[in-house]
T-cell receptor
Framework: QVQLVQSGAEVKKPGASVKVSCKAA????????ISWVRQAPGQGLEWMGW????????NYAQKFQGRVTMTADTSTTTAYMEVRSLRSDDTAVYYC???????????????WGQGTLVIVAS | EIVLTQSPATLSLSPGERATLSCRAS??????LAWYQQKPGQPPRLLIY???NRPTGTPARFSGSGSGTDFTLTISSLEPEDFAVYYC?????????FGQGTKLESK
């Protein structure tokens, strides 16, 4: 079945970087895009950006431009999201989610990974 | 950026009752709107897409309606497992945006 498995929880100091992975299985990786969404504790959902696994094209929320990089490794069917210059308000659960339909260029999010908790604290 | 405003923030109902959740967009999103359900400690789950389509696995008691700027998620008869937080989301343009959520709680 289609599955996205994310890397484990991270604790980082302010100013550091974190790279979260999202391992895809059960479908043709390059046929679907992947979005990243985060959720601060007790808060709502915030879309961060999207990457095409086919050609690596990206679309980032303006808020994260220059501080976030999304990549996709077709050889390992794994998507990555790196956040640099971490601040305390980056503490959140980070989710990857696949496009619902293939070649949809940024479709509805389904399925989702299990989430990766990133804590930023000194 | 398209702002989605959900109402009410919290809805208190009993099992068996009908739930009506609203999502209003700051500009037209045509029918490019989805609804997600999130339970504590779990990722969100897609419930409705393209305003009114149910993906495989979404029970028939969930229905979506609307177009343009006003959308509704209706749960015809609440089951105990339906108490959760619901988010709407648009993909009419970039950036993708979510509403702030409606918490559906058991009375």
């Amino acid at each position: 079945q289609v599955q996205l498995v994310q890397s484990g929880a991270e604790v980082k100091k302010p100013g550091a970087s974190v790279k979260v992975s999202c391992k895809a299985a059960g479908y043709t990786f390059i046929s679907y895009g992947i979005s990243w969404v985060r959720q601060a504790p007790g808060q709502g959902l915030e879309w961060m950006g999207w990457i095409s696994a086919y050609n690596g094209n990206t679309n980032y929320a303006q808020k994260f431009q220059g501080r976030v990089t999304m990549t996709a490794d077709t050889s390992t069917t794994t998507a990555y999201m790196e956040v640099r210059s971490l601040r305390s308000d980056d503490t959140a659960v980070y989710y990857c989610a696949r496009d619902l339909r293939m070649a949809a260029g940024g479709d509805w999010f389904d399925p989702w990974g299990q989430g990766t908790l990133v804590i930023v604290a000194s | 950026e398209i702002v989605l405003t959900q109402s009410p923030a919290t809805l208190s109902l009993s099992p068996g009752e009908r739930a009506t959740l609203s999502c209003r967009a700051s500009q037209s999103v045509s029918n490019f709107l989805a609804w997600y359900q999130q339970k504590p400690g779990q990722p969100p789950r897609l419930l409705i897409y393209d305003a009114s389509n149910r993906p495989t696995g979404t029970p028939a008691r969930f229905s979506g309606s609307g177009s343009g700027t006003d959308f509704t998620l209706t749960i015809s008869s609440l089951e105990p497992e339906d108490f959760a937080v619901y988010y709407c989301q648009q993909r009419y343009n970039w950036p993708r945006t979510f509403g702030q959520g409606t918490k559906l709680e058991s009375k």
